[in-house]
């Protein structure tokens, strides 16, 4: 067999179905301003400091994180980091405009980004461990039993933006991340270690998915709503960086965090022991704290965002 890591080769052929008709049907908007040059440097330090940073993070578990390895690939990464700052900063035609984070939209898209996707990755990570690891079901049972989170998500995506229209993104994005929080704080809570799947489980995917539905375009299109076509590009790419890096970061924590309980099962279950006498502490203590990311990440948006003013978006658009 060729292993789970083989279904990413499937991104392949939509991704060069969406590329071919993208570039027949989509019209490329430019910054009328911007130089033809592309900043190399910029490109290359911002691309090798989010690659280890990223690398250092999600190896942690693996290597420990105390190792010389994770260490080495998390400092690199943040000087390098801090170089592509340094270079956007002075260079003639940068490859990120720093001056989007005068926009207090951009800096609570970004922040509320990265808090959502910690959250997100950690919750769907512990909830297959449990069904699988605690209740025993089989990989595609897990599948079908998560489906109706995604179900839910996807009925309520569609209207999320006129909610964000009507009642303003940060608002939203609150309600969302809030939902997302009560369903975590919910099932860690009440979580049998038997399958109870209608009772115990499917309401609070229910709660999860209509929070992830309000939250997830929510946060892309609050990154770009107010910015000028031409800066759509480079906003939605800076959101979408910010959210690899929490998923990475949000995986490596929970992973951490549940690892010993995690262990314990793996060998109560090769023993052909019951688990249901192990304890299981620590996936709770990750799945609270997911929960109160998830929270987190809310109240960040509430605070930080703020719709600007017409003179502030001229002085950040130079």
Not at 36 to 53: I, N, Q, T
Not at 129 to 153: D, E, K, R
């Amino acid at each position: 067999t060729l292993g789970w890591r083989s279904l990413f080769f499937l991104n392949i052929p939509f991704t060069l179905v969406t590329v071919i008709i993208g570039q027949r049907l989509l019209k490329e908007s430019r910054d009328p301003n911007a130089q033809r040059k592309v900043d190399y440097p910029s490109a290359a330090l911002g691309f090798s400091g989010v690659a280890l940073v990223v690398l250092g993070i999600s190896q942690s578990e693996v290597w420990g994180w105390l190792d010389g390895g994770t260490l080495g690939a998390l400092a690199l990464g943040l000087a390098l980091c801090a170089a592509f700052i340094l270079r956007c900063r002075s260079a003639a035609n940068p490859i990120l405009d720093l001056s989007l984070f005068r926009l207090r939209f951009v800096v609570a898209a970004n922040v509320a980004g990265v808090l959502f996707s910690m959250g997100f990755i950690g919750m769907w990570l512990l909830n297959t461990f449990w069904l699988q690891a605690v209740w025993g079901y089989s990989v595609a049972l897990s599948g079908l039993a998560t489906m109706p989170g995604p179900t839910s998500a996807a009925f309520v995506a569609p209207f999320a933006g006129k909610y964000a229209d009507r009642f303003g993104h940060s608002r939203v994005l609150f309600v969302g991340a809030c939902l997302l929080g009560i369903g975590t704080f919910g099932l860690n809570a009440t979580i049998p270690d038997s399958p109870q799947y209608v009772t115990h489980y499917l309401p609070w995917m229910i709660i999860t998915g209509v929070g992830v539905g309000l939250s997830i375009s929510t946060l892309s299109s609050s990154a770009t709503a107010f910015l000028k076509p031409v800066q759509f590009a480079m906003g939605s790419a800076l959101n979408n960086t910010f959210r690899q890096v929490g998923t990475a970061l949000g995986a490596a924590l929970s992973l951490a965090i549940a690892a010993p309980a995690l262990a314990r099962i793996e060998v109560a279950r090769r023993a052909g022991e019951d688990v249901l006498d192990i304890s299981k502490a620590e996936i709770h203590g990750a799945w609270a704290m997911n929960g109160a990311i998830y929270m987190l990440a809310g109240v960040a948006m509430l605070l930080i965002f703020k719709r600007p003013t017409d003179a502030q978006m001229a002085d950040a658009r130079g």
